[in-house]
């Protein structure tokens, strides 16, 4: 298993990720929120938000968004989500569950539409956590 950083760039992400791939080289992908299955879901105003990128140069690697808009865009409150990727469900499953203990589950661990299981939670010292398998 392996946690990557997930960073929030409040409306900047292809910005931030097309800067980053100047500097050091690599690749990014993302996918706007108007071009996925959540787009119906979310507000005009965040249909060209990127909903998920990834970015990787050499061993580096982050995820990066612009932001839910479930989540107050505020940088002061910080913008880095830890990002766990379990090798399969039931590992992922267990740490999800011990990491949620004490803390306050945003979304429940399970299937998700580009495969795989995600939840989102913040563990009990406040930190906030993403956990998928695949």
Not at 28 to 50: I, R, T
Not at 113 to 127: P, V
Request: hydrophobic letters at 40%; one cysteine or more; a negative charge.
């Amino acid at each position: 298993m392996k946690v990557v950083p997930y960073v929030f760039f409040y409306g900047r992400c292809e910005e931030a990720l097309t800067y980053y791939k100047g500097i050091l080289g690599g690749n990014f992908e993302f996918m706007k929120v108007g071009d996925s299955p959540m787009a119906d879901k979310a507000p005009p105003e965040h249909q060209n938000h990127v909903m998920h990128g990834s970015f990787t140069s050499g061993n580096f690697e982050i995820m990066a968004a612009d932001g839910m808009a479930t989540k107050a865009i505020n940088p002061d409150e910080g913008n880095i989500t830890l990002c766990l990727e379990a090798d399969n469900h039931a590992e992922g499953e267990r740490i999800f569950k011990a990491l949620s203990a004490g803390g306050n589950v945003k979304m429940p661990f399970e299937d998700a539409f580009w495969g795989g299981k995600f939840g989102a939670l913040d563990d009990k010292f406040g930190i906030e956590w993403f956990v998928s398998s695949r």
